[in-house]
């Protein structure tokens, strides 16, 4: 029975008001945390400042609880194991209730608002018993935007309220926007795992029973049984990219689901690009690339999430709304991606399903050559690189990663060694390229230009991906994932796809050019035809050339590559045999293709554009 003690009245980190300006609480703020703590009757509500002697609260609270271990290898920084069941995103779980089914369309699970609310109003009854409902303010984006996109996350995991300080500009700056009556959206988070007086708190809780829930009309996120990442931080999936997108297509805009770099060429002249590729394929990467082809630079802006508006120029502005990098650690080392290494070694971070060094430091697959002798793996087992014990027992973790395939630093931004200046900047970057990738072993070549906007449009609805282990699911299954935001797109897919057309329909827009790339094509024994990494620096000089127009192209069916010896690749180490087999456009794997898009564009149903088909017609005529 939820218990009848009266509801206790919201405090800040010393118990004075939550109105750290000392203006008066937004009224709807006040009666929405009146309302969420009636129904889930926590034992305490926080108002979180966001503050550094904040942060140390809270961490040093959840070491005590043994769910944070503190890091004696980087300062200020903490080791946390999830639940093995709470370790990535729940597709199957993730929910758009807008009012009509229609306007979720057939890529989203969809349930009926009221009904939805109506059960998770039960799940929420008293799921905050014995716990602190945190109240935490944040800004996507900055804080002097001239529009600032508002939340307050609802939360009852400390975990949650840490992450959300590296990941976006929480506490009371946010708060301040708020109190002068600026709209705001309402983001509540449980971990669904009430403590019972007289048990103690699981290290890591959590429920069984999920749901990420989205009611795009009301601008609202209800999430409900997971503690994890994209699941409970709900700035950043669940508000920059589905709730946005929802705003973006009302609004005129886009919220993608793409990182933003600025590349200088040797003569300075510079360009920014923006990139979508789903999750745990390489945008985290490519953002902090150090390239490889002297003279060329590359600056970091975002890993994860662009929201891009129109200047008045006419062109494509992007910014980067979140504050932190919450990035895939196994891959992450010195030789692969030595910014995001520098990153991490500055601090500040919160490293979730890595492994732990017998020195109190962090390590995952692909950090360094060799593993170290002897670690804790993730699910804190015993684990050394042959599997054995030093008594010569297998040891339970034999031929297990000590890392989850899905573990993640989570590291400010502004750490980033290679941050461009214009992250501060609100109006953004003037995108001039847009690139859409996937992990794909075979069809796609390395890169390719689209004909114009709409080819380009056509590339990005039906390019498709091997799933990865952001997602719980089946991991290297080939499936369809338009711009990257399968999973993001907050309502109907060919709506979203009509929205992406519209965009250059109005005048006096100068869209930025659209390029496919693959950095995941292998070879008959399995190997990466493609280096990769820094070496990705060479199609970035290829696009920027076809910018420019100092580039030649070969015109093929699926549309422009780069002619025989395009490429820089000085230097590089590639086979011939390897380059032509990454760069090849085969008709055959391509007819192959055809039936896939057509079937893919008909699940879209209806409200597929018109546009789309014609491309695809296109696109067979011209593979003959
Ligand atoms: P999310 O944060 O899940 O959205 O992922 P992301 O798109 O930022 O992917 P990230 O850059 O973290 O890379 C995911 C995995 O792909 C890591 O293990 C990387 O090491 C690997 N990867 C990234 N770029 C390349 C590349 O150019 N070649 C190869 N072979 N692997 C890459
Ligand atoms: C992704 O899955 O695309 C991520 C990680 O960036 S999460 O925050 O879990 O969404
Ligand atoms: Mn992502």
Same mark, same amino acid.
């Given at each position: ?190 971990? *669904? ?153 500055? *601090? ?17 697959? *692909? ?11 993730? +699910? ?19 031929? +297990? ?52 906007? +709409? ?170």
């Amino acid at each position: 029975p939820v218990s009848a003690a009266p509801v206790p009245s919201p405090t800040g980190a010393a118990g004075r008001s939550p109105a750290p300006s000392g203006a008066p609480v937004a009224p709807e703020l006040l009666r929405w945390i009146g309302e969420v703590a009636a129904l889930t009757r926590p034992d305490r509500i926080h108002f979180v400042t966001g503050t550094d002697a904040e942060f140390a609260e809270l961490t040093d609270a959840l070491v005590a609880a043994g769910t944070f271990t503190r890091l004696t290898g980087k300062p200020n920084s903490f080791h946390v194991v999830s639940d093995p069941s709470d370790v990535a995103r729940v597709e199957d779980r993730t929910f758009i209730c807008s009012e009509r089914e229609r306007d979720a369309g057939p890529t989203n699970n969809w349930r009926d608002p009221a009904a939805m609310k109506a059960e998770m109003t039960e799940l929420y009854r008293g799921c905050m018993r014995g716990r602190t409902l945190y109240v935490v303010p944040f800004c996507m984006g900055p804080l002097d935007a001239a529009k600032p996109r508002l939340g307050v996350e609802i939360t009852d995991s400390a975990y949650v309220v840490t992450s959300m300080r590296v990941m976006t500009r929480i506490g009371t700056g946010a708060l301040d926007l708020i109190n002068t009556g600026l709209p705001w959206v309402k983001a509540l988070h449980s971990v *669904g795992a009430p403590v019972e007086p007289g048990t103690t708190d699981a290290v890591w809780p959590c429920n069984d029973t999920k749901y990420i829930v989205h009611f795009p009309e009301e601008r609202a996120i209800w999430s409900f049984g997971s503690g994890y990442g994209g699941n409970a931080l709900l700035g950043k999936k669940c508000y920059s990219l589905r709730i946005a997108s929802a705003m973006a297509r009302d609004e005129g805009w886009l919220a993608e689901h793409m990182l933003i770099l600025k590349l200088t060429s040797p003569s300075d002249v510079v360009h920014y690009v923006a990139a979508a590729f789903p999750s745990a394929c390489g945008k985290t990467n490519l953002a902090m690339l150090e390239p490889t082809i002297p003279g060329w630079r590359v600056e970091t802006l975002g890993d994860d999430i662009a929201w891009m508006e129109f200047g008045a120029d006419g062109r494509l502005y992007a910014t980067n709304p979140e504050f932190g990098l919450f990035g895939v650690a196994p891959g992450t080392g010195w030789d692969t991606n030595p910014n995001a290494m520098r990153a991490i070694a500055a *601090g500040n971070s919160v490293f979730t399903n890595v492994a732990l060094t017998d020195d109190g430091d962090v390590w995952w697959e *692909g950090m360094t050559p060799e593993p170290p002798a002897h670690l804790t793996d993730w +699910q804190g087992r015993e684990w050394t690189p042959s599997g054995l014990a030093a008594d010569g027992s297998v040891l339970a973790s034999a031929g +297990q990663p000590a890392a989850h395939p899905n573990s993640r630093f989570c590291t400010p931004i502004t750490q980033c060694p290679t941050l461009a200046a214009e992250y501060h900047e609100p109006r953004g970057v003037p995108i001039s390229a847009i690139l859409f990738g996937g992990r794909r072993k075979t069809t796609v070549p390395l890169v390719l230009q689209a004909r114009d906007w +709409q080819h380009g449009v056509f590339l990005g609805a039906t390019i498709a991906s091997e799933t990865t282990a952001a997602a719980t699911g089946a991991v290297g299954v080939v499936r369809r994932d338009p711009m990257a935001m399968l999973p993001f797109i907050g309502y109907d897919a060919g709506d979203y796809l009509q929205h992406w057309l519209d965009l250059a329909r109005a005048p006096g827009r100068r869209m930025p050019a659209v390029f496919s790339v693959n950095w995941f094509r292998r070879d008959a024994d399995g190997g990466f035809l493609w280096p990769g990494f820094g070496e990705n620096a060479r199609v970035l000089k290829w696009v920027v050339e076809r910018l420019e127009g100092t580039a030649p192209a070969v015109r093929t069916p699926i549309g422009d590559v780069p002619v025989p010896g395009g490429l820089d690749l000085d230097g590089v180490e590639v086979t011939p045999e390897q380059l032509t087999r990454a760069l090849a456009v085969d008709g055959q794997e391509w007819k192959r293709e055809l039936p896939l898009i057509q079937e893919w564009l008909d699940s879209l149903g209806t409200t597929v554009p018109a546009a789309l088909r014609d491309e695809l017609d296109g696109l067979r005529e011209r593979l003959g």
